[in-house]
C-alpha cells in the first residue's frame, strides 16, 4: 500500500507517495524526475544508478524505500555546489573519462563516495571500490585516473 | 595492395548490416524552410550517387517542389553566427558530434563554438542509413567539409559583391570574411536578411590534413558538461504528462509463439490497459509495479520449439552450412601446398557475446493527430522509422523518430523493438507510454554476435614464406577475412549456417573472430617455421602501412626484449579491416593454479590516416581493448532447453576495473589520406595477442575465445 514518505534528497525533503517496498531508483526517477540515476541490471551488479545514503554508495535499484527514510540522499543531481562542478565531474571532463556517459553519474558518485571517506586513495583502493561500476566503453584507466585528479584537486582547495 | 582489392576489401559486404531503404523527402517548401530555419546560408549536400544528377536550386523551391531526395545533410549559417549542421548520424559515445563539428570548423573556417550539430532526427535531419560500419568519418565527414568548402565559397562571394571587390583577394578565418585594408565581416552580418540556398555542385576543393587547424586536436566531448551533472536526457529518461509505463510478456522458450493467453485479470486491475495483437501481449500502467504486477497476471501458453543447447553449438552450425558466398581465390592452392615444408590444419571456436550496452533498449512513444512520435536510443533512427511505418501502416511523414544521444550500441542497436512495443501500448492506453527494457530482456530478446566455427589450412615454406592458405568461416561472417598478407595461393570462404539464436551486428563483426583464427595460426605456422612471430609476420608483409603498425608496436612493446616465462607470456597479433591498419602486443600473467589469465600490458598501434581528435582516438582504443578482453577471456552466451542460462550481468561478466591492463597506444597519424573510420577495428587485435601470449608462456595452443582456462591448466 502507498504511504507517504519523506526523502531528504540533495538537502531538501521531499515528500512521495510511493509503496514502502519501491526500489528507490524508480522513486527518484519516476516519480521525483531525478534520471540522473540510470537503470542498468536490476540487480545491484553494475553501479549507473549508484547514490549516496549517509555519504555511503547504494546501488539504488535494490534499496528499498523504506530503508532510506529519514537518511541523507544525495543524487548525482546533487553534487554541483552553487553552479560550480564537483571536483570529480570537472575532473571526468578534463581526463575525458567517459564516451557514451551512460555509467558515468553512477561512476561519479561512487568515486565522490570513495573520497568522502579516503581522500588520498591508492589505486588499489580505487579499483577496489569502483569494481562493482561497469563501464562497457572501457574508459577504466580515464576513470582512475579522474578520481587521483579529483583527489589531488581537493587535497590543493583545502585550508 | 591493389586499388582494385583494396576496394573489395572496403566494399566487403556486411551480412548483418542492413542496407538503405527509402529515401528521406522534406515536406517544407522555401518559404516555410527560413520560416523556420531564420534568415541566413542554406547549403545542401548531396550524397556521392546524386551528386551530378539533381542540384537544389531557388526556383525548386520556389515553385513549391519538395526538395530531391537525396540529401545527405545540410547546414545553415544563421544571421546571429550559430552554423547548424543537419545529419542522421547519432551519437552513441563515438565522439562525432564533436569529430564532424571539428571537420567542418576547419572547412569553413569558424570557431568550433560556433557550430551546433543536430543529429538523429527523422524529421530535422535527411535519411541516413544508419550510424555504423565505421561509416562516419570516411563517408559523412567528407560530404561535411565539402558543404563547408562550398559555404565557404559563397561567403566570400557575398562580401566581394558587398565590397565590390575581387574575390581572389578575400579570405575566410575564424567565422570573417577579410579583405584588403582590414576589411573584415562576420559570417552572420553577411548572411542577414537573405534566404540563401546552395547546393554542392561539383567537387569543391577539400583542405590537406597538413593545412587543417581544428581537425588533429584534442577538442573537448561536446556536452561533456551534462553527461557528468546527469543532465543529459538519454530516451530512457524523457517523460510526458500522463505517461504510463509498459512492459511486454516474453515468450517462455526462445523462438516461441503464443498457444493461448487470458489477460482478464490484468485488464481488471486499475488504471491498466492490457493488450494481444497477435503474439505481442503487453501492458501499460501508471506505475512500474503496477505493470510488473499486471503482467504477472497474464496467463499464457507458449509453444515449445526444438532447440539446441551451447553445448551442440559449434557442430550444429558446421553440420547445417548451407549456401556459401564463394571462395574468394588468388593463386593456386595445389601449387601452393606442394610447395610447403610445413602443413598445419586447426579448428577455432568463438562464442556468442551480447553487446550489453549499459542502457538498455528504452523508447517514449506518444500519438497525436493520427502520427507517432518516438524518443527511443539506437544507431539507426531511419531503421526505426521503416519499422514503425512497417508495424503500424504509416507514411514516412507520419513517423517522428528522435534518438538523443545514445547510452552506447557497440553494432547492438540497429533494431526497434522497444520503439515498436512503446508505440503498440500507446495506441491501445491512449496515452503516451515509455518501455525500458531490464537486462534480462536484454540478453534473451536483443541479438547477439554471431558464433562461429573457422578452420585453416596453410603451408610454409623452408624460407618462412606462406605458400598456401585455405580459411573456411562458418556462420560468423565474412568482414577480415581474407588476410591482408602476401599470401600468393589462398582461399577464404564464407558457409552461411543455421543460428540457434538472434544475431546481429557487433563492433567489428566477424572482424574478431578471423583475426583470432588468423593471427593465432600465422603464430602456429611461425612456431612450425622455428621462426620468431614478428619475423615472421613481417616476412609475409608487403604493405607498407601493414609493416608500420606492426613495426611501430613492437618497438614501443620492447618485442625483442620480451622473454616468456611459465608465468609470463608476451604475444602479437596485426590486422587490417574498414581500410584502417592495427598491431597489438599484449603481456600476460598466468597465476600459481595456472587458472586465471591477467593481461597487464597492451600496446596497440592504429593507422586510420590523419587523426581528427586524438584523445577521443586513444578513448576509443582504450575502450575497445577493453571491450575485447571481455570477448577473448570470459564472455560467451550460454543457452539450454530453449532460455539463456546466464542472461544476467551477475551470470555473465564483462570487464571490470580490475580487469584493465596498463595500455599505450601509438596513433600513426598517415597524412596525406582522407581519414578511415576508428570505432571497430582496434578491437580485432587483442584476443589473438592474448592466445599467442598464452602460447609462449605454457606452449598450449588457445583456440577458442572466449578462452577456458582449463585448456591451459
Given amino acids: 500500500m502507498a504511504e507517504t514518505i519523506t526523502l531528504n534528497v540533495n538537502g531538501t525533503d521531499r515528500?512521495?507517495?510511493?509503496?514502502?517496498?519501491?526500489?528507490?531508483?524508480?522513486?527518484?526517477?519516476?516519480?521525483?524526475?531525478?534520471?540522473?540515476?540510470?537503470?542498468?541490471?536490476?540487480?545491484?551488479?553494475?553501479?549507473?544508478?549508484?547514490?549516496?545514503?549517509?555519504?555511503?554508495?547504494?546501488?539504488?535499484?535494490?534499496?528499498?524505500?523504506?530503508?532510506?527514510?529519514?537518511?541523507?540522499?544525495?543524487?548525482?543531481?546533487?553534487?554541483?555546489?552553487?553552479?560550480?562542478?564537483?571536483?570529480?565531474?570537472?575532473?571526468?571532463?578534463?581526463?575525458?573519462?567517459?564516451?557514451?556517459?551512460?555509467?558515468?553519474?553512477?561512476?561519479?558518485?561512487?568515486?565522490?563516495?570513495?573520497?568522502?571517506?579516503?581522500?588520498?586513495?591508492?589505486?588499489?583502493?580505487?579499483?577496489?571500490?569502483?569494481?562493482?561500476?561497469?563501464?562497457?566503453?572501457?574508459?577504466?584507466?580515464?576513470?582512475?585516473?579522474?578520481?587521483?585528479?579529483?583527489?589531488?584537486?581537493?587535497?590543493?582547495?583545502?585550508? | 595492395?591493389?586499388?582494385?582489392?583494396?576496394?573489395?576489401?572496403?566494399?566487403?559486404?556486411?551480412?548483418?548490416?542492413?542496407?538503405?531503404?527509402?529515401?528521406?523527402?522534406?515536406?517544407?517548401?522555401?518559404?516555410?524552410?527560413?520560416?523556420?530555419?531564420?534568415?541566413?546560408?542554406?547549403?545542401?549536400?548531396?550524397?556521392?550517387?546524386?551528386?551530378?544528377?539533381?542540384?537544389?536550386?531557388?526556383?525548386?523551391?520556389?515553385?513549391?517542389?519538395?526538395?530531391?531526395?537525396?540529401?545527405?545533410?545540410?547546414?545553415?549559417i544563421g544571421e546571429d553566427g550559430v552554423i547548424s549542421v543537419y545529419t542522421g548520424k547519432a551519437e552513441i559515445g563515438q565522439n562525432i558530434r564533436t569529430s564532424l563539428a571539428q571537420a567542418l570548423a576547419d572547412e569553413l573556417p569558424a570557431p568550433f563554438d560556433s557550430i551546433r550539430m543536430v543529429m538523429a532526427d527523422t524529421r530535422l535531419t535527411p535519411y541516413d542509413a544508419g550510424t555504423f560500419g565505421s561509416q562516419t568519418t570516411p563517408r559523412m565527414s567528407p560530404i561535411l567539409r565539402k558543404a563547408g568548402a562550398a559555404a565557404r565559397e559563397a561567403l566570400i562571394q557575398l562580401a566581394a559583391e558587398r565590397w565590390g571587390t575581387g574575390a581572389k583577394d578575400l579570405k575566410a578565418e575564424d567565422g570573417k570574411i577579410t579583405g584588403p585594408g582590414s576589411k573584415s565581416i562576420s559570417y552572420g552580418e553577411l548572411t542577414k536578411g537573405k534566404q540563401l540556398m546552395e547546393s554542392i555542385a561539383?567537387?569543391?576543393?577539400?583542405?590537406?590534413?597538413?593545412?587543417?587547424?581544428?581537425?588533429?586536436?584534442?577538442?573537448?566531448?561536446?556536452?561533456?558538461?551534462?553527461?557528468?551533472?546527469?543532465?543529459?536526457?538519454?530516451?530512457?529518461?524523457?517523460?510526458?504528462?500522463?505517461?504510463?509505463?509498459?512492459?511486454?510478456?516474453?515468450?517462455?522458450?526462445?523462438?516461441?509463439?503464443?498457444?493461448?493467453?487470458?489477460?482478464?485479470?490484468?485488464?481488471?486491475m486499475e488504471g491498466v490497459t492490457a493488450v494481444q495483437d497477435g503474439d505481442f501481449i503487453g501492458v501499460a500502467a501508471p506505475d512500474l509495479p503496477t505493470a510488473e504486477a499486471a503482467l504477472l497476471a497474464i496467463k499464457a501458453e507458449w509453444t515449445r520449439p526444438d532447440s539446441i543447447s551451447s553445448k551442440e553449438l559449434y557442430s550444429h552450425l558446421v553440420s547445417t552450412a548451407g549456401r556459401s558466398d564463394g571462395a574468394k581465390e588468388s593463386g593456386s592452392l595445389e601449387t601452393g601446398f606442394s610447395a610447403a615444408a610445413h602443413t598445419l590444419e586447426a579448428e577455432y571456436t568463438i562464442a556468442y557475446i551480447a553487446h550489453t550496452p549499459l542502457e538498455?533498449?528504452?523508447?517514449?512513444?506518444?500519438?497525436?493527430?493520427?502520427?507517432l512520435m518516438v524518443w527511443t536510443g539506437s544507431q539507426r533512427p531511419f531503421g526505426v522509422q521503416e519499422e514503425l511505418q512497417r508495424a503500424f501502416r504509416l507514411p514516412p511523414e507520419k513517423v517522428h523518430v528522435?534518438?538523443?544521444?545514445?547510452?552506447?550500441?557497440?553494432?547492438?542497436?540497429?533494431?526497434?523493438?522497444?520503439?515498436?512495443?512503446?508505440?503498440?501500448?500507446?495506441?491501445?492506453?491512449?496515452?503516451?507510454?515509455?518501455?525500458?527494457?531490464t537486462r534480462t530482456e536484454e540478453f534473451s530478446w536483443a541479438y547477439v554476435r554471431p558464433a562461429g566455427v573457422i578452420r585453416i589450412k596453410g603451408g610454409v615454406a623452408e624460407d618462412g614464406?606462406?605458400?598456401?592458405?585455405?580459411?573456411?568461416?562458418?556462420?560468423?561472417?565474412?568482414?577480415?577475412?581474407?588476410?591482408?598478407?602476401?599470401?600468393?595461393?589462398?582461399?577464404?570462404?564464407?558457409?552461411?549456417?543455421?543460428?540457434?539464436?538472434?544475431?546481429?551486428?557487433?563492433?567489428?563483426?566477424?572482424?574478431?573472430?578471423?583475426?583470432?583464427?588468423?593471427?593465432?595460426?600465422?603464430?602456429?605456422?611461425?612456431?612450425?617455421?622455428?621462426?620468431?612471430?614478428?619475423?615472421?609476420?613481417?616476412?609475409?608483409?608487403?604493405?607498407?602501412?601493414?609493416?608500420?603498425?606492426?613495426?611501430?608496436?613492437a618497438e614501443r612493446f620492447g618485442w625483442k626484449e620480451s622473454k616468456s616465462t611459465p608465468e609470463r607470456g608476451f604475444g602479437l597479433a596485426a590486422g587490417f579491416e574498414k581500410n584502417s591498419y592495427v598491431a597489438t602486443c599484449a603481456e600476460i600473467e598466468i597465476d600459481k593454479n595456472k587458472k586465471r589469465v591477467r593481461v597487464v600490458r597492451v600496446v596497440e598501434a592504429f593507422d586510420c590516416g590523419p587523426v581528427i581528435n586524438p584523445d577521443h582516438l586513444n578513448n576509443q582504443i582504450e575502450g575497445m581493448i577493453l571491450m575485447g578482453i571481455g570477448g577473448a577471456l570470459f564472455?560467451?552466451?550460454?543457452?539450454?532447453?530453449?532460455?539463456?542460462?546466464?542472461?544476467?550481468?551477475?551470470?555473465?561478466?564483462?570487464?571490470?576495473?580490475?580487469?584493465?591492463?596498463?595500455?599505450?597506444?601509438?596513433?600513426?597519424?598517415?597524412?596525406?589520406?582522407?581519414?578511415?573510420?576508428?570505432?571497430?577495428?582496434?578491437?580485432?587485435?587483442?584476443?589473438?595477442?592474448?592466445a599467442n601470449a598464452i602460447f609462449s608462456s605454457t606452449g598450449k595452443r588457445i583456440r577458442s575465445m572466449p578462452i577456458q582456462p582449463e585448456l591451459f591448466a
Fill in chain 2, 402 to 437: 528522435i534518438v538523443p544521444d545514445t547510452g552506447s550500441g557497440y553494432g547492438g542497436k540497429h533494431t526497434g523493438e522497444a520503439a515498436v512495443e512503446a508505440a503498440r501500448l500507446a495506441k491501445a492506453a491512449g496515452a503516451p507510454v515509455k518501455v525500458i527494457w
Fill in chain 2, 1 to 76: 595492395m591493389t586499388d582494385d582489392k583494396r576496394l573489395e576489401t572496403i566494399l566487403e559486404p556486411e551480412r548483418y548490416e542492413l542496407s538503405a531503404g527509402p529515401l528521406y523527402c522534406f515536406e517544407l517548401d522555401r518559404r516555410e524552410f527560413f520560416q523556420l530555419m531564420g534568415c541566413g546560408l542554406a547549403v545542401f549536400c548531396l550524397t556521392p550517387r546524386a551528386e551530378g544528377a539533381e542540384t537544389i536550386d531557388e526556383r525548386s523551391f520556389a515553385a513549391g517542389q519538395r526538395q530531391p531526395a537525396q540529401i545527405a545533410a545540410w547546414l545553415h
Fill in chain 2, 465 to 553: 614464406s606462406v605458400a598456401a592458405w585455405e580459411a573456411h568461416n562458418y556462420n560468423s561472417g565474412s568482414s577480415g577475412l581474407r588476410p591482408m598478407y602476401e599470401f600468393p595461393n589462398q582461399s577464404n570462404v564464407f558457409h552461411r549456417c543455421d543460428s540457434p539464436l538472434r544475431q546481429g551486428s557487433y563492433r567489428g563483426l566477424a572482424a574478431t573472430a578471423n583475426h583470432f583464427a588468423r593471427e593465432s595460426f600465422i603464430d602456429e605456422l611461425a612456431h612450425a617455421a622455428g621462426m620468431d612471430p614478428l619475423a615472421f609476420r613481417l616476412k609475409n608483409m608487403r604493405d607498407e602501412r601493414f609493416i608500420g603498425v606492426l613495426t611501430a608496436a
Fill in chain 2, 635 to 690: 564472455e560467451s552466451i550460454e543457452f539450454a532447453n530453449g532460455n539463456l542460462t546466464n542472461g544476467r550481468l551477475s551470470q555473465y561478466p564483462v570487464p571490470r576495473f580490475k580487469d584493465a591492463p596498463a595500455i599505450e597506444t601509438v596513433l600513426m597519424n598517415t597524412q596525406g589520406i582522407y581519414p578511415a573510420g576508428a570505432g571497430e577495428t582496434p578491437i580485432v587485435g587483442i584476443a589473438p595477442a592474448i
Fill in chain 1, 15 to 159: 515528500a512521495v507517495k510511493a509503496s514502502p517496498d519501491r526500489m528507490l531508483l524508480w522513486v527518484l526517477r519516476d516519480e521525483l524526475g531525478l534520471t540522473g540515476s540510470k537503470y542498468g541490471c536490476g540487480e545491484g551488479q553494475c553501479g549507473a544508478c549508484t547514490v549516496l545514503v549517509d555519504g555511503s554508495p547504494r546501488r539504488s535499484c535494490i534499496t528499498r524505500l523504506s530503508s532510506v527514510a529519514g537518511k541523507r540522499l544525495t543524487t548525482i543531481e546533487g553534487l554541483a555546489q552553487n553552479g560550480e562542478l564537483h571536483p570529480l565531474q570537472q575532473a571526468f571532463i578534463d581526463e575525458d573519462a567517459l564516451q557514451c556517459g551512460y555509467c558515468t553519474p553512477g561512476m561519479i558518485v561512487a568515486g565522490a563516495g570513495l573520497l568522502m571517506k579516503k581522500p588520498d586513495p591508492t589505486v588499489d583502493e580505487i579499483l577496489d571500490s569502483m569494481q562493482g561500476n561497469v563501464c562497457r566503453c572501457g574508459t577504466y584507466n580515464r576513470i582512475v585516473k579522474a578520481i587521483q585528479r579529483a583527489a589531488k584537486a581537493m587535497k590543493e582547495a583545502r585550508p
Fill in chain 2, 202 to 268: 561539383g567537387d569543391p576543393e577539400m583542405k590537406q590534413s597538413s593545412d587543417w587547424a581544428v581537425s588533429g586536436r584534442s577538442i573537448p566531448k561536446v556536452g561533456a558538461c551534462e553527461f557528468v551533472t546527469g543532465e543529459h536526457r538519454y530516451a530512457s529518461d524523457h517523460a510526458l504528462p500522463g505517461m504510463l509505463i509498459g512492459k511486454v510478456l516474453r515468450p517462455a522458450f526462445l523462438g516461441a509463439s503464443l498457444k493461448s493467453a487470458d489477460l482478464s485479470a490484468a485488464q481488471a
Fill in chain 2, 360 to 371: 538498455p533498449r528504452a523508447a517514449l512513444a506518444v500519438w497525436q493527430d493520427g502520427g
